[in-house]
RNA sequence: GCGCUUGUAGCUCAGUUGGAUAGAGCAUCCGCCUUCUAAGCGGACGGUCGUGGGUUCGACUCCCGCCAAGCGCGCCA
């Protein structure tokens, strides 16, 4: 938008004064206090620096060669070198017709459009998805979503733990011990009700593990029956995801789960092995380090009463299995190979951070040339704690069932509706609910900076005051009861549009680093941007709203403040959307 | 023990290449509904940014030490 047009002025007057320089590192960014003005470039003060010149005599020289007089008001030099550009109105105005033209939404599809995969989600067969799988699932969702609206080709796949040895014992309980009507009935509940009671039964007996271990073997093999109960056990289990991934409106390219890459482990082995870069290690075959990095930052080592061990990824067990290091490998270079991606980025738990490293550095020694083609990426996440700083559990101590959690936000948003709005017809006000609710929960997820753990609170997430959905929600209510009253018209458009009070100008201006927000965003993976840019949005708004009449107003003043209110709305929409959250016309 | 992450107002949290007087909500106190949804808005109060050094014109941000909390250190994922 506009930052970007005086950003390329600013770097063409560089380029005049310092012909050598790298003007590339000259950015404009919005003024973090508007008192100084709307967009601020501090490049010049480093420029200067390095060149040993007085950081104000080059702003001057600079100042001097650029033409921006169109879109700002003089350029004012500040403190030690500061650039400090003040947007004119008019300018402004123009910005703001061409998108109520739908020529934009103040954000530019990427120059250079990549192919991103996004891991996320990845729940568990034959598990119920709890409160943790928030996390992954609303944060990989919502990267997906900003990815695709900056023009990227995004392909999302949902790596779901269909294999391993939990098979064992499930096989086993469902053999001896199923209920076929409690199947029927929550098949997920059932076997988790399998899985407990036959692990409990081998911790106690060894020969019940023994019989377990021998189920696995079985379906390791290719056993006909035992495969089509795991099968079966798959096909329940993507009944119960597809519920939860409807509800929550997120999609998945693919969901190939770990067992699609069985055929590759054995050649994905023999052919670290055949390279030299794993070996066999007491029967195992694993990945050593390689000396390449202190032994502090070496993930291949960890220190045991001081003294540097090796640590190695293991790619094959003693007897013969294969770990999650072999099939995340072979899940890179089907990935590679499939879709040729420029990034391949993994939304899972922080608490897997060293895997990841070490998953990385394997694969750029098993092959180096692919992976200096691809940016592989952790983007991990800290945990969910309850009210009283613990683990978030509930009142019994057992993990939070995700279905249910949906449930009662729903429950709860309906009994603000209803005391709000009590003479909503039912169905409304269920629908209501249901958008304030899932909203309430996913917007409490991303808002947080995504590295630290976050406080669950049902309180604050449906509060209506403060950084929450439900605010965020209700402005765009307001925006529909204005807009509902007074659509905005083909004349409406035709009119001149003349930004005066503080509060309109102040709303238009932030339109204009949507775009940039975005692109942080995506840049540093972190949806929190965006929803403190909505916040900040809906406050502007609010305050607009407040001071500005807008049906009651006249000619150029009405026509500005109805595009104002329009854009707002949409703008809030689409920055919704993204994050996964559904609006509504009334609350 | 080693490693990773975190430490910002009484509480919960933001803080975009290092940038100008560190922000918001809650809580406490005070204002604003014959005006488009008051589920709102305005104001007051509240800070040695864990701590001690260093780099810099400039540090919540970068580097080092220390303190505290959480997590990880399995031929599980």
Redesign the pocket.
Known sequence: MLHLTLQARLQAAVRTVLPDADAA?V?V?????A???DY????L??LA?QRKLN?RQLAEQVKAALDVAEICEAVDI?????L?FRVRPTALAATLLAAARGEHLFYAPAAQPRTVVIDFSSP?VAKPMHVGHIRSTGIGDALQRIFRLLGHRVISDNHI?DW???FGKLLLGWKQILNREALAADAIAELERLYKVINAECDASPARLEEAKHELVKLQAGDAENCSVWQEMIRVSQVQFDAIYGRLGVKFDHALG?SFYNPQLGPVVEDLLARGIARE????VGVFSDGSLPP??DPFL?????EWIA?PA?VR???G?????T?DLATIDYRLKTWAPAEIVYVVD??????FKKLFLTFARWQPEAAAKVKLVHVGF??I?GED?K?FKTRSGDTVKLGELLDEAEERALK??TE??PDLPVVERKE?ARI?GLGAVKYADL???R?????F?WD?ML?????TA??LL?AY??V???LR?QEVTAGDQGLEIKLVAAEELALAKHFLNFG??LE?AAEEY?P??LC?YL?DL??LF???????????AEGAERATRLLLCDLTGRVLKQGLEVLGIQTT???
């Open positions: 590192t950015l960014r919005p003024c973090p206090d008192r100084h003005g601020q470039s501090n490049a003060i480093a620096k950081p500040a403190g030690p070198g500061f400090n568990n733990g391993g040895t939990q770990e290690s007491e029967g195992a502090k930052q960890v220190n045991r009463d001081g640590d293991l067990k003693s007897d299995g294969f770990n999650y290091m099939t922080d608490r897997q951070a060293p895997h800290g945990k704690l700083g683990p603000v509706v709000k709005n209501i304030v808002l947080p900076n590295q630290s753990d976050y406080q609170s604050k509060a209506l005051q403060g950084n439900p605010y209700y209510t307001r529909r009861s204005v009253k940039l927000v942080a972190r929190n941007f403190n916040y809906a406050g609010a305050r607009f709203y407040e001071n500005c009449p807008v049906l009651k016309d009334q609350m």
